[in-house]
């Protein structure tokens, strides 16, 4: 009996063990150009690719070029959300982080109810070069599990 039920427990979790695991990623991008002028949004993809349908396995003997065509990889079916700018014309605006703040976790709360837990978050930046440069933005992205 004992054997039965390890048996069946065991086997109950190497089944669950082994089921597909689904991943989501939510993007914000936070313009800090100055003056207000740059765009800031969160980007939620709504359309699935298979990163096989693009990718190319480069050996010693076969080295060809990936061929995939670029019109073919990009997505139009997405969720954008408007955010504010760090910046306006009076320089960093405090009340607009705030403000992404708020719907950024606005984001981030729905995706939890609808079952998704995040498992990490990257962040990176291109910040104003100089007199010339006039770009700059803070990008975030949030990885999202599926929970079963």
């Not at 082994?18 to 765009?39: C, N, Y």
């Not at 939620?44 to 190319?56: I, M, P, Q």
């Not at 954008?80 to 960093?92: D, P, Q, S, W």
């Amino acid at each position: 009996m004992k054997k039965s039920l390890f048996t069946l427990l065991f086997t109950v979790l190497a089944a669950t063990a082994a089921q597909a695991q689904e991943f989501k990623i939510i993007t914000t991008v936070e313009s800090i150009v100055p003056s207000g002028l740059g765009r800031s949004r969160i980007i939620d993809g709504n359309a699935d690719r298979d990163y096989k349908e693009f990718a190319t396995v480069q050996t010693e003997e076969d080295n060809s070029r990936n061929k995939a065509d670029r019109s073919d990889i990009r997505v139009k079916d997405f969720e954008e959300t408007k955010l504010l700018n760090f910046y306006n014309i009076a320089g960093i605006r405090f009340q607009n982080i705030a403000a992404n703040d708020a719907l950024i976790s606005s984001k981030l709360t729905a995706m939890a109810a609808e079952g998704w837990e995040l498992v990490f978050v990257t962040s990176g930046v291109e910040a104003d070069a100089g007199d010339k440069d006039g770009q700059g933005i803070f990008i975030t992205r949030y990885v999202f599990k599926k929970v079963n």
